[in-house]
Each structure stands twice: as structure tokens, then as C-alpha cells.
């Protein structure tokens, strides 16, 4: 385009200038319109990441809360006030706030003494002359029977499960009691045929019958990994990649040593294994990479 001022051109240079700028905006506006349109998609794109992310973390935070309100701890005729202060104190150590207690002793101070910080967990314990009692008033969905006596083909209603697949398999979003025995009997027959599965924990044969506090710190912990995670950040675990390029800098180090082949290989195979054993975290992966480099370029300079 021929602005006033400018110098005066022939009339073909003139239509060639003319056309080369056209060309030029209309390329100009052709990049515009794409760069606009790699963003819209880039900032689409954060957006449903971004909305996945809550998506996952509300779901999280679901699972939790019903973790929390839907599991119930049942103690069946407990004997020593003090036990129940021991369970309360496990169950808070694992973020279970549901005690029941069946036909209890009398709540001296021991039961809360023994609580420690899980003495609101005794206060707030709901109290039941029997198990139909409790199962009828909170409309329980599923019983888990707890025991340390299992059985086999000849008593089906303590062929158990282990404590891990309890926790892999439970659903929290239905209403479940786990139910502990008598100290000294356990449950009956009857009560853990009542009960839709029976969890046990594998000890040895000599003495297999475990403190109660020690038995549900076990089974509240299989509960509590799988449906919670380390309140810390930067302990996920490295990935493939993350560990290739680990396996390649020490392929290139060990190479750059002057040892026979079979040597670099058993070498590089050994560093493999223990990169797998390790299970390594993604901060540590990044870390180790890090030493690596430097130590490949070190011996680069020499």
C-alpha cells in the first residue's frame, strides 16, 4: 500500500507490493488466529486437567469422611474396663471414631486413662445390651466377625480372610461392623455365623490368640492404607521413565570404565535391581539422575 510521502514506484511494483502485503497479513492473520486457537485449546485442556485433579481429590476426601462414619468397632463383653481404653486408643491412631460396646463392665477411669488422646472415643461409645440390638438400631450392611481361631471345611463359618483383603475389598460406603470378641472366648459360633465374613490374622500355632488392641491394630491398619495416604508430599513412587534414564547415566558411566563387557553388564543389571528393590521416590529418582550427571561429566573432563 502507497502512502502519501512515499517515493513513486512503477505501476507493477506498485501490484507487486501491494500483493506481498496482503499476503503477508493475511499470514499474519492466519498465525493469529492459530496462536488464538493454541490457547483456547491449551487453556481448555488446563481446565479439565484442573477439573480432574478435583474431581479425584473430592473423591478422596468422599472416601474419607466415609471411611470415618460408616465403619463401626464392636466389642463384644469386653471383661477389663482398660481394654476399651486401649481399643479407643488404636482406633484413633487410625481415624476410626465408632465404638460399640456390648453388655460392657462398668467405665472406670482406667478405660479412659488407657484412651490417652483417644478418650473422646469412650465418651462418646454407644452402649447395647445385645449384638441384634446394635445391628437393628444402626442398620448395619455388612459384619465383619473377627477371630483367632480359624477354621477349615469342617467349620464354614470361620473359613477366614486375611486382614489385606479386607481392606482391598471393603466398601465404605455402606455401614460395617467389625466385631471383637471376649477376651478370654472370643465370639461364639453363633454370633460369627451371623456375621457375613470372618477376618484373621495367620500367627503361630503355639499361641495364636492375640491382645486385642494388637489384633485391631493390625486389621485397622489394612482398613486405613487403603483408603488413605502419608500426609506428606513428594513420596510418589519414580516411574518408568523417570528410571530409564537413570539405568541410561549409569550405562554411560559404567562404560566410560575401562572393565571387561561381562563386568559392565553384571554391573548395570545389579544397579537395576536395586533401583527396582528400592522402589525409589520420584524426588529421589530426580535427585540420584542429578549426581549422575555431574559424575558423567566429571569423568568426561579426565
Partial sequence: MIKIGDTAVSEEQVVETTTMDSSKQKEESDSEKKSTSTKKAKSTGQSRGTARAKLIKDQEEKEVSLFKENIYIVFVECETPGNIGFLARTMANFGLKNLVLINPPTLTNEAYYQATHGKYIVENAKIYSTLDEFYQS?????????????????????????????????????????????????????????????????????????NISHAAAIIFYELFRNKHDYGAEGLDESTDLEKEFLLNDMNDIINSLDIPDHKKRNGLKTFNNIISRAFITSREAHTFKGILRRLKNKLGEE
Fill in 138 to 210: 444402626q442398620r448395619i450392611d455388612f459384619k465383619v466377625a473377627s477371630t483367632g481361631m480359624a477354621g477349615g471345611s469342617y467349620n464354614l463359618s470361620r473359613i477366614p480372610i486375611r486382614p489385606e483383603e479386607l481392606g482391598k475389598s471393603m466398601n465404605v460406603s455402606n455401614k460395617i461392623a467389625i466385631i471383637f470378641g471376649r477376651e478370654g472366648n472370643g465370639l461364639t459360633n453363633k454370633e460369627i455365623e451371623d456375621c457375613d465374613i470372618c477376618v484373621s490374622i495367620p500367627t503361630d500355632p503355639t499361641y495364636p490368640i492375640m
